[in-house]
């Protein structure tokens, strides 16, 4: 890309939506290139079982529970100290996603749902901004590269393809290591060109991938043009209702979602601990179980319940020790 497209990338700023398997390898790809600012957005912490798959997390940033953006942004600093990195511990929703995402060049998927991926889709296509959307489940990795008006939408492309595939979860399949490595490669070469200005480079292409089977394909993906979201610009997962209090998230757990409240996790920590339960804080979130639960509490007041899927219990046990 020569020395003009090294400077380009320089001035350049790209958003990692979900920094797990995917946008942690991407992350750091995009940090050793040389993009000038990188902002890494995620709603969950650094836990032994991400360690097989999760490139920047190690052992440490497990055992101190830390939240993967802050962990993430940590080792991103250690390896490239000339651009700008900054951590955002948040879920990325419509209510959200506008005060987020503004202003970069290029947002790209480490997300592991495709909740959030439809409304990064509805922002994107309605600000005009490209994305980058990546996928990984088991063996298998697709990736695409969206932008607006010239290729086809997330939504086009989920008329066309097998959704099937995409929709099986990575926490009732698992997820291979080199699948998400291959996956993040493809996605971060295409952001390289796209924020290099190398536009036509980009080659356009649903790419998808199967380490196991060895299978590579590659399509031409048209757009739908009667398309809900880039042909009649609608957008309903940003128009759409407040987030449901309560969703699924992985398997045996649930998130419940609290409206920006602030919470004193320290005081927090000490009150439950004079209750008698073992409980550990880090200054972003604070764990606590209460068997067969575990609990972790987020300082906006997210929390997320691990041993139960029932909303039930989750807003139960959230009032039991939190406060309603
Ligand atoms: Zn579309």
Redesign the pocket.
Known sequence: MGEDGQRRLLGSSAAIVGCGAIGASTAQLLARAGVGRLCVLDRDFVEPSNLQRQALFDEDDAREALPKAAAAVRKLRSLNSEIEIEAVVADVSSQNVDELLRGFDLILDGTDNFETRFVV?DYA?QAGRPWIYAAAVGSYGVTFAIRPGET??????M?TTDRSMLEETCDTAGILGPAVSLVSSLEAAEALKLLSGRFAAMHGRLVSCDVWSGRMQSVRVT??TS?????RREFPYLEGEAQPHITMCGRDSVQIHERRRSLDLRLLESNLAAAGMAVKQNGFLLKFSAPPYEMTVFGDGRAILKGSTDPAVARSLYARYIGA
Request: net charge positive; proline share 0%; glycine share 0%.
């Open positions: 889709n296509v086809a939408c997330l939504a086009c492309l008329e757009r739908n398309c809900r979201t880039c042909a």
